[in-house]
């Protein structure tokens, strides 16, 4: 049954994001693993469409926020009014308050409102004025950010990006991907198109049923060697922290589920490691003057990393 929707789910917001089905496959797996998202890339590749699509077709609350430097913490978290009726003070929700909230170009707005994302983030709450409010079930969160041009924009911090379970790039698609979205938009949008596939009490249970995934000791040890190797490599200052470790055991889970199996393997781990990691990287002076990125490290400790012989 899970496969099933799953697929559906894919093909189906594979009509709208044409030709980057492993990016919406990656992306369902972070949801299915209770996780946020990074899109990370150049404006106009469909990023926002992506995250409405999957509001869509997953039945979702959806709600965005366009980040600008004069965007405050209350417009994310809400805030309190007074009620003179009851003497009490009244909360007043903020846009986080949903199923799927969407962040657009986050790196836009200031450090104190992109902290104001933190708690929401890490334990689905945000707490205001003292009370804490408990987010609908099930919660995540998509941002954007564009990597080109820095004018105007404040970087995530560590803490901020170690809450993204991964960070993704959907990429410029091909000229024959190109022909197809251009006759998909001759009528009208395609995304007008997209019905729920599932609903919230669906995607709650598959979250739930990934902790019945099994992942063998050999693979768990396989695991936590990789993410040692990061934080013993010469070339990276700041390696994988324990956070990063967990969130690579929630998404080789989703992996696993996706593709028909109630047990991880090496491939599984091999196919996420990079998207969970790359992100949460420090990277040493060295390296950059070397020309060498956070994937291309992670990809030679990969390399490098002997793999458990279990249904590799």
Avoid: W
Wanted: hydrophobic share 40%.
């Amino acid at each position: 049954m899970i496969i099933e929707k799953s697929e559906e789910i894919i093909r189906s917001i594979g009509k709208v994001l044409i030709g980057k089905e492993e990016v919406v496959k990656k992306v369902l797996m972070a949801i299915y693993a209770k996780g946020n998202v990074l899109l990370e890339d150049t404006p106009g590749v469909g990023k926002t469409t992506l995250a409405l699509a999957f509001a869509k077709a997953l039945g979702l609350d959806f709600k965005r926020v366009q980040f600008t430097p004069d965007t405050m913490p209350s417009d994310i978290t809400g805030f309190t009014v007074y009620n003179k009726q009851t003497g009490e003070f009244d909360y007043k929700a903020g846009a986080i308050v949903c199923n799927l909230f969407m962040g657009d170009e986050i790196n836009r707005a200031s450090a104190k409102t992109q902290s104001a994302l933190l708690e929401a983030m890490e334990e689905n709450s945000v707490t205001v004025d003292g009370v804490t409010h408990i987010l609908p079930n099930p919660f995540v969160c998509i941002a954007t950010q564009n990597p080109v041009g820095s004018a105007g924009t404040q970087p995530l911090p560590d803490s901020q990006l170690d809450r993204f379970m991964v960070k993704l790039s959907i990429g410029y698609p091909d000229s024959a991907e190109q022909v197809e979205i251009l006759k998909s938009h001759q009528a009208s949008d395609p995304i007008d198109s997209l019905t729920a596939i599932t609903d919230r009490d669906s995607l709650t249970e598959i979250q739930n049923y990934l902790g019945s995934v099994k992942i063998a000791e050999d693979i768990l040890v396989y695991m936590v060697t990789l993410c040692e190797s990061t934080r013993n490599n010469p070339l990276i200052e700041l390696g994988v922290s324990p956070r990063g470790l967990i969130a690579l055991s929630r998404m080789v889970r989703a992996c696993a589920i996706l593709s028909e199996r109630d047990y991880v393997i090496p491939g599984d781990v091999k196919y996420v490691f990079a998207d969970v990691c790359a992100h949460r990287l420090i990277l040493r002076p060295r390296a950059k003057l070397e020309g060498l990125t956070a994937r291309s490290i992670l990809e030679d400790i990969l390399k490098n990393t002997p793999v458990p012989k279990i249904g590799r």
